[in-house]
Nanobody, 117 residues
Framework: VQLQASGGGLVQPGGSLRLSCAVS????????LNWFRQAPGKEREFVAV????????YYADSVQGRFTISRDKAKSTVYLQMNALKVEDTAVYYC???????????WGQGTQVTVSS
Protein backbone atom coordinates (compact mmCIF):
# COMPACT_ATOMS: atom_id res chain seq x y z
CA VAL A 1 0.00 0.00 0.00
CA GLN A 2 1.29 3.44 -0.92
CA LEU A 3 -0.26 6.79 -0.06
CA GLN A 4 0.72 9.94 -1.96
CA ALA A 5 -0.47 13.26 -0.54
CA SER A 6 -0.50 16.44 -2.60
CA GLY A 7 -2.19 19.82 -2.91
CA GLY A 8 -0.54 21.78 -0.13
CA GLY A 9 0.63 25.34 -0.52
CA LEU A 10 0.50 28.90 0.78
CA VAL A 11 -2.91 30.49 1.31
CA GLN A 12 -4.19 33.58 3.07
CA PRO A 13 -6.42 33.35 6.14
CA GLY A 14 -9.99 32.70 5.09
CA GLY A 15 -8.89 30.95 1.93
CA SER A 16 -9.35 27.39 0.72
CA LEU A 17 -7.24 24.44 -0.36
CA ARG A 18 -8.03 20.89 -1.40
CA LEU A 19 -5.62 18.13 -0.50
CA SER A 20 -5.52 14.81 -2.32
CA CYS A 21 -4.27 11.42 -1.23
CA ALA A 22 -3.79 8.85 -3.98
CA VAL A 23 -4.00 5.29 -2.69
CA SER A 24 -2.31 2.47 -4.54
CA UNK A 25 -2.44 -1.19 -3.61
CA UNK A 26 -5.84 -1.09 -1.93
CA UNK A 27 -6.33 -3.90 0.53
CA UNK A 28 -7.93 -4.63 3.87
CA UNK A 29 -5.47 -2.18 5.41
CA UNK A 30 -7.05 0.71 3.48
CA UNK A 31 -10.56 0.31 4.90
CA UNK A 32 -10.33 3.64 6.74
CA LEU A 33 -8.66 6.72 5.28
CA ASN A 34 -7.49 9.46 7.58
CA TRP A 35 -5.95 12.89 7.50
CA PHE A 36 -3.57 13.99 10.24
CA ARG A 37 -1.49 17.12 10.65
CA GLN A 38 1.60 18.16 12.54
CA ALA A 39 2.46 21.75 13.27
CA PRO A 40 6.02 22.82 14.18
CA GLY A 41 6.84 21.86 17.73
CA LYS A 42 3.56 20.00 18.22
CA GLU A 43 2.46 16.40 18.18
CA ARG A 44 0.73 14.91 15.18
CA GLU A 45 -3.04 15.27 15.54
CA PHE A 46 -6.06 13.64 13.97
CA VAL A 47 -8.04 15.75 11.49
CA ALA A 48 -10.64 13.56 9.77
CA VAL A 49 -11.50 9.99 8.74
CA UNK A 50 -13.74 8.30 6.19
CA UNK A 51 -14.17 4.73 4.99
CA UNK A 52 -14.18 3.51 1.40
CA UNK A 53 -17.76 2.37 1.92
CA UNK A 54 -18.65 6.01 2.50
CA UNK A 55 -19.68 5.78 6.12
CA UNK A 56 -20.30 8.90 8.17
CA UNK A 57 -17.03 10.82 8.42
CA TYR A 58 -15.55 12.03 11.70
CA TYR A 59 -13.74 15.30 12.28
CA ALA A 60 -11.62 16.87 14.96
CA ASP A 61 -13.48 19.62 16.78
CA SER A 62 -10.94 22.16 15.55
CA VAL A 63 -11.92 21.61 11.89
CA GLN A 64 -15.59 20.62 12.18
CA GLY A 65 -17.69 22.76 9.86
CA ARG A 66 -14.69 24.01 7.87
CA PHE A 67 -13.08 20.85 6.48
CA THR A 68 -14.74 18.11 4.44
CA ILE A 69 -13.27 14.67 3.79
CA SER A 70 -14.44 12.69 0.78
CA ARG A 71 -13.33 9.81 -1.40
CA ASP A 72 -13.51 8.85 -5.06
CA LYS A 73 -13.43 5.08 -5.28
CA ALA A 74 -12.91 5.06 -9.04
CA LYS A 75 -9.80 7.21 -8.66
CA SER A 76 -8.67 5.56 -5.40
CA THR A 77 -8.24 9.04 -4.00
CA VAL A 78 -9.25 10.68 -0.75
CA TYR A 79 -9.69 14.43 -0.53
CA LEU A 80 -9.65 17.02 2.22
CA GLN A 81 -11.43 20.23 1.28
CA MET A 82 -10.30 22.96 3.65
CA ASN A 83 -12.28 26.19 3.82
CA ALA A 84 -12.09 29.24 6.06
CA LEU A 85 -8.46 28.44 6.78
CA LYS A 86 -6.83 29.90 9.87
CA VAL A 87 -3.21 30.60 10.71
CA GLU A 88 -3.38 27.77 13.24
CA ASP A 89 -4.17 25.30 10.43
CA THR A 90 -0.57 25.67 9.29
CA ALA A 91 1.02 22.22 9.41
CA VAL A 92 2.28 19.29 7.41
CA TYR A 93 -0.75 17.21 6.48
CA TYR A 94 -0.49 13.44 6.22
CA CYS A 95 -2.87 10.79 4.96
CA UNK A 96 -2.97 7.43 6.68
CA UNK A 97 -4.91 4.22 6.21
CA UNK A 98 -5.86 1.30 8.41
CA UNK A 99 -7.93 -1.88 8.50
CA UNK A 100 -10.47 -0.31 10.85
CA UNK A 101 -11.37 3.02 12.37
CA UNK A 102 -8.70 4.43 14.71
CA UNK A 103 -6.05 2.06 13.36
CA UNK A 104 -3.19 3.36 11.23
CA UNK A 105 -0.89 1.05 9.30
CA UNK A 106 0.19 3.06 6.26
CA TRP A 107 1.31 6.68 6.04
CA GLY A 108 1.92 9.06 3.17
CA GLN A 109 4.83 11.48 2.98
CA GLY A 110 2.98 14.67 3.95
CA THR A 111 2.20 17.94 2.21
CA GLN A 112 2.87 21.39 3.67
CA VAL A 113 -0.02 23.80 4.24
CA THR A 114 0.89 27.34 5.25
CA VAL A 115 -1.79 29.87 6.14
CA SER A 116 -0.35 33.35 6.29
CA SER A 117 -1.07 36.88 5.19
Amino acid sequence: VQLQASGGGLVQPGGSLRLSCAVSGRSSSTYALNWFRQAPGKEREFVAVITWSGGVPYYADSVQGRFTISRDKAKSTVYLQMNALKVEDTAVYYCASGPRLWSYENWGQGTQVTVSS
